[in-house]
């Protein structure tokens, strides 16, 4: 394997992935939600999209086998391994200045889609938009009746999900800040994550 | 009630609501899907977005009295009325033309993506993205396991859903001309349906 790059904690970090390259994503303590995004390299108005891979899917979280697609419904990752579980989320938009303006914080706070632009900004590059993440080793469980609630991961430390780009991409992921919901651990403190690009 | 007005098969349609009147939207036959977007009507980049809504309703499914947000977390629309039996979707994208050549079709289909772009550009608007829909009417089941389904819609013609303006936006909506999936019934068949703004 690759050596493993550090997500850090409350932060984003993007890297280019080229087709055929599996990156793998370790929860290296076990309780981080990580936001995952993917860009077509070449277009980056052409990207990961949870809508169109839950149609392409008929699941509302990928498995192993599973091929995530874009918004041109073109696969761009493939899930090869989980040994976290099998609980993520595709449901929830990445957190927010607003979302924590909305739960009381004045003043700045760290969040996922801000560290989307600071990920890829290191590589140069702007988002056109902030699609919505796959929120990897979030726990959002659904009722039958539809009702939805945030909770702890289940992953354990050093489990890790393995993804395959179909295309040549940037990744970019953010260790979500989130410190006043428990959904990185009911101690609500928010850890670095890692990755490896693997041939 | 004021005048209807016609959301014609397969096309789209776009109004402008001020903050606090009402859009009753009609199933006349019964059995067709209608992809909602709205939009703040001072900023286009603001929207009301499926994965912002999900967060705040913490619901995969808006009921009556429930308020849809914006991507930024503000509220747009309230759910104040449902005759149809309460089975919406929150979960798909938006059929395009990628959904339609996957499904074999060669040349042209019509489609909500572009219906959304052709509603907007009657008004001499132009949305910045394709946010994902609000689609009323529109049957996707889940399993406990989280698995999905494209089924039939359960509404009766004539039933109606009513939504309150939070702001003053635009709202735009599809006809959705998917005719190769039951989404818009067995028969496959798409038809008209009808909105109208009241005081």
New interface residues.
Partial sequence: MSDLVTIPARRGKAAFVAAGQTVRVVNTHGEQVVDTWAFNRHDLTEFM????S??G?????PRIGDTLLT????PILTMTEDTSGGIHDT???AC?R??Y??LGVVGHHDNCTDNLAQGLAELGLVP???P?PLNLFMNIP?T?Q????FEPPVSTPGSHVSLRAEMDLVIAFSACPQDILPINGRTCRPTEAHFAIMA
Avoid at 57 to 61: C, N, V
Wanted: proline letters at 0%; a positive charge.
């Fill in positions: 999209s949870m809508e169109h839950r149609s899917m008929r699941r509302l979280i918004n041109h419904r073109r449901l929830m938009a927010d607003y979302r303006e909305g056109a938009e902030t919505s659904w039958g539809g009702e939805l609630s």
